[in-house]
Nanobody, 123 residues
Framework: MQLVESGGGFVQAGGSLRLSCSVS????????VGWFRQAPGKEREGVAC????????HYADFVKGRFTISSDSSKNTVYLQMNNLRADDTAVYYC?????????????????WGQGTQVTVSS
């Protein structure tokens, strides 16, 4: 199983970025793909997740109304559209897969992780 993130970069506060997570190698298409982030000196935290089984999404409170998670099954890719970025969104962003498709941001539900992509927001 493999997950590869892309789309990170440097942006000014108020700007936007779209992260992509390419997912491959899962025997079952019904997995939950989640986005997590880890800022310097802080613990990793859940951002958003998407169930490829039923199309439902779940967001952390601190991104509601700013971030949108979506999936393109034809490309086996899950996206995280991030708008109105703030300096405190600066972090390494990881995608991960929960093969039991539980639509949760509980980190230990996720078995497979990507390497991460850096997002830096200047104030």
């Amino acid at each position: 199983m493999q997950l590869v993130e892309s789309g990170g970069g440097f942006v000014q506060a108020g700007g936007s970025l779209r992260l992509s997570c390419s997912v491959s190698g899962f025997p079952d298409d019904d997995v939950t793909v989640g986005w997590f982030r880890q800022a310097p000196g802080k613990e990793r935290e859940g951002v958003a997740c998407f169930s490829q089984g039923d199309g439902s999404a779940h967001y952390a409170d601190f991104v509601k109304g700013r971030f949108t998670i979506s999936s393109d099954s034809s490309k086996n890719t899950v996206y995280l559209q991030m708008n109105n970025l703030r300096a405190d969104d600066t972090a390494v962003y990881y995608c991960a897969a929960d093969p039991l498709d539980r639509t949760t941001l509980t980190e230990n539900a996720f078995d497979d992780w990507g390497q991460g992509t850096q997002v830096t927001v200047s104030s």
